[in-house]
Nanobody
């Protein structure tokens, strides 16, 4: 049974940093990709960043140069380091494991 558990997030001022974590139990992250998506009210969920089993990364245009996705295969955990946060980064962030299993969602709020 696969369970994807997120942690991190919260509120921060513009220019600040946050880190999200995503642990996928029951899933071997060495053979599956992981991704982070975000969603705001009335909008579709959008890709923030993804990392393949081999470590290749892909980022949404709006976060390139500010966010970094990484993984620790030994812990079956993916991370999203978010720097230089902007108010428009405010959203619920979701982790996706193996293209199938969603985390519970984490609110990120960027506001002064």
């Amino acid at each position: 049974q696969v369970h994807v558990a997120q942690s991190g997030g919260g509120s921060v001022q513009p220019g600040g940093s946050l880190r999200l974590s995503c642990e996928a139990s029951g899933l071997d992250s060495r053979v599956y990709g992981m991704g982070w998506y975000r969603q705001t009210p009335g909008k579709q969920r959008e890709l923030v960043a993804s990392i393949s089993a081999g470590g290749s990364t892909n980022y949404g245009d709006s976060v390139k140069g500010r966010f970094t996705i990484s993984r620790d295969n030994g812990k079956n955990t993916a991370y999203l380091q978010m720097n230089s946060l902007k108010p428009e980064d405010t959203a619920v962030y979701y982790c996706l494991g193996a293209g199938t299993y969603w985390g519970q969602g984490t609110q990120v709020t960027v506001s002064s």
